[in-house]
Nanobody
Framework: QVQLVESGGGLVQPGGSLSVSCEAS????????MAWFRQAPGKQRDLVAITNSGGYTNYAESVKGRFTISRDNAGNTVYLQMNSLKPEDTAVYYC?????????????????WGQGTQVTVSA
C-alpha cells in the first residue's frame, strides 16, 4: 500500500504565491511519475503538471510560466510552487503518483492519489 500525504494550500490573494507538497510512503521500489491535478466545483479533475523519473515535466497551458513542479532528492516528495495566482486557480489540488511497490516479495504497479488540499484565490 502506497500512501500519499499532501500539505500546504490555503487562502491567498490574487497575484500571490502558494506551495503544496505531497510525500509518498510505503514499500516503494520505484516511482515512474508524479503529478498534480485539480478539480473545481462542478468541473472535472484536470492535469496541472507532471514530472517523471527522467526529469521530464509538462504543464497545462493555463499554468505555464506560473507553476513549477519539482521533486526532492530522495524522489518521494513532489512539490508544486504556484505563483501569480488567479481566482480561476481555485480548486482542490490532488497529487497522483505511479510506480512499483512491493506486495509481500512481489513487485506490483501502483497508482495512488492524495487526499486533496484546498487552494482558494480570492481578495
Amino acid at each position: 500500500q502506497v500512501q500519499l500525504v499532501e500539505s500546504g494550500g490555503g487562502l491567498v490573494q490574487p497575484g500571490g504565491s502558494l506551495s503544496v507538497s505531497c510525500e509518498a510512503s510505503g514499500r516503494i521500489y520505484s516511482i515512474v511519475s508524479m503529478a498534480w491535478f485539480r478539480q473545481a466545483p462542478g468541473k472535472q479533475r484536470d492535469l496541472v503538471a507532471i514530472t517523471n523519473s527522467g526529469g521530464y515535466t509538462n504543464y497545462a497551458e493555463s499554468v505555464k510560466g506560473r507553476f513549477t513542479i519539482s521533486r526532492d532528492n530522495a524522489g518521494n516528495t513532489v512539490y508544486l510552487q504556484m505563483n501569480s495566482l488567479k481566482p480561476e486557480d481555485t480548486a482542490v489540488y490532488y497529487c497522483n503518483v505511479k510506480g512499483y511497490h512491493y506486495v509481500s516479495s512481489n513487485l506490483r504497479a501502483f497508482d495512488s492519489w492524495g487526499q486533496g488540499t484546498q487552494v482558494t484565490v480570492s481578495a
